[in-house]
């Protein structure tokens, strides 16, 4: 089951904000001129209800733009004089948070980096100890769903309420057209172990292309996600960060009239019904399913006890390939994705490889 932090709604600390929570804004700061203009033709913009802009930006490797520092700290409280908006950054060590809490700004997040570092958010967390502040928490680099709930719980042991997770996808393990793998088991576990947690996506860092930036949009509200926190700069091209995956203000604007908002329930009556039907449905065939495993694992049993009878080993490598080879082509004819398959079985087959051996070991 889930754990209960205490956590207020976005509305309580934002009421302005209407569904959903759109943060937008250039990923650096570069200069005062760049940080307005960018927040004006925003601010125009009704959806977009924070200004984000990053002041220390963490990089991979040194050498690349770092940020302006604490002086991008009054540009952001002249965005907010300006346009009414609240402005947030990202801080990443005590210092930083001091100084945006000193500056007033409304919204701070700890990067993904940090997040892996319970030591970094720690030390956050003490400074923002007994403040309102609104804290959003990214992803840690690595899809721990543990790091990232332990970081949320530092903050809420430190009274902060106003929490937000960001889902900004993590370091891929393998090919992928996205910068960072948009790992959506991650989401749907901390939504599991956290249902009170508002949790927006960060599109711009998953895709790392303006071209998928859609795409990732649209299947986190698919998700049910609360929201978006997405980088847009007045000229793309001349951005001194990040430029393949930011927006024109009038580009995001386009992208958020396509994209399709939806809630997590309906009040349509004949909607619930048939909903309820189909789950019915698969509630009967989720108990045959387990029935059938539950036969196959006895079947699995009596071969170990046979095998052990027969000092034969458990793992039958040549069975073992043949039998997926054709679980994988019958999967395809009936439609079932490839990969869901291939893990399914090594599931399956592990826990008969594991109940076998047992059976061997037993006295
Ligand atoms: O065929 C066997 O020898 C089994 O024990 C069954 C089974 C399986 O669960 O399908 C289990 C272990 C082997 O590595 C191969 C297949």
Redesign the pocket.
Known sequence: MGIELDIRPIKDWLPQQDNPLLIAGPCSLETEEQTLETAHQLAKDKRVFVFRGGVWKPRTRPGSFEGVGAIGLKWLQQVKKETGLPVGTEVANAQHTEEALNAGLDVLWIGARSTASPFVVQEIADVVKGTDAVVMVKNPVNPDVQLWMGALERLNQAGIKNLVGIHRGFTPFRETHYRNYPNWKTFIELRRLLPNLPVICDPSHIAGKREYLFEVSQKAFDMGMEGLMIESHRDPSCALSDKEQQLTPADLGLLLDKLVIRQSSSSNKQFENKLELLRSRIDALDSELMEVLSS??E??RE??RY?KENN??????N??TE?MNKRISLGEKLSLNKTFVQIL?QL??E???RM?TEIMDED
Not at 312 to 317: D, E, K, M, N, P
């Open positions: 196959r694992m079947i699995a071969i170990g095998k034969v080993t458990a793992l039958q490598i069975r073992w039998l079985f399956i087959h826990d008969s490889v076998q």
